[in-house]
Each structure stands twice: as structure tokens, then as C-alpha cells.
Nanobody, 128 residues
Framework: QVQLVESGGGSVQSGGSLRLSCSGSSSFFGSFCMGWFRQAPGKEREGVATIDSDGRTTYALSVEGRFTIARDRTKTTLFLEMNNLKPEDTAMYYC??????????????????????RGQGTQVTVSS
């Protein structure tokens, strides 16, 4: 059973930064496609970013240039560095994983709907 646990959410003011982390089993972290999606109340899931097994990344246009996804293979941790946060970034953020590790499957458009595994989420709130 694949288990993912997110941490690092919180409340910040507009323009601030947060770093989300996602921990999982070492047996798969390096070979899976990993990503983040978010969901705000009353809204659909929105894919944010992905990183494939070769380290290639994809980003939603709404976060490109502000967010950075990275994976620490040694420590089996996935990160999402979020800078210049805006009130519209407020949402529950989820870590997700799938064994289909390469593009084109491993892309932000799919992380919120097609990935096989996801965590319980961590809340991010950005005030203006």
C-alpha cells in the first residue's frame, strides 16, 4: 500500500512563501511520477505540478515561475516551494503519485484526476 503524508501548510500574507513536503515509502519514490494538486471549497481539483522519474517537471500556468517542485530521492520526500503567494492560491494541497512515471502521462493536467495515489492534504491559506 502506497502512503503519502503531506506537511508544511499554513497561513501567510500575500507575497509570502511556503514549502510543502510529502513523505512516502522509499520503494517507489524514485521511480514514480509525483505531483501536487489543489482544491478550493466549491471548486474543481486543479493540477499544480508534476515531476517524472527523470526529473522532468510540468507546471500549471497559474503557478509557473512562482512554484517549484522537487524530489529528494535519498530522503524519499517530495517538495513544493511556493513563492509570491496570492489569495487565489488558497486551497487544500494534495500530494499524488502514479506508477506511470513518464510524460505524456506525468503532467499537471492529470495529477488531480488520474493519479492512483494521494495523501490527505495540507491547507494553505493566503490573505490579502
Amino acid at each position: 500500500q502506497v502512503q503519502l503524508v503531506e506537511s508544511g501548510g499554513g497561513s501567510v500574507q500575500s507575497g509570502g512563501s511556503l514549502r510543502l513536503s510529502c513523505s512516502g515509502s522509499s520503494s517507489f519514490f524514485g521511480s514514480f511520477c509525483m505531483g501536487w494538486f489543489r482544491q478550493a471549497p466549491g471548486k474543481e481539483r486543479e493540477g499544480v505540478a508534476t515531476i517524472d522519474s527523470d526529473g522532468r517537471t510540468t507546471y500549471a500556468l497559474s503557478v509557473e515561475g512562482r512554484f517549484t517542485i522537487a524530489r529528494d530521492r535519498t530522503k524519499t520526500t517530495l517538495f513544493l516551494e511556493m513563492n509570491n503567494l496570492k489569495p487565489e492560491d488558497t486551497a487544500m494541497y494534495y500530494c499524488a503519485a502514479d506508477i506511470r512515471a513518464k510524460t505524456p502521462f506525468c503532467a499537471y493536467e492529470r495529477v488531480g484526476t488520474d493519479f492512483a495515489y494521494r495523501g490527505q492534504g495540507t491547507q494553505v491559506t493566503v490573505s490579502s
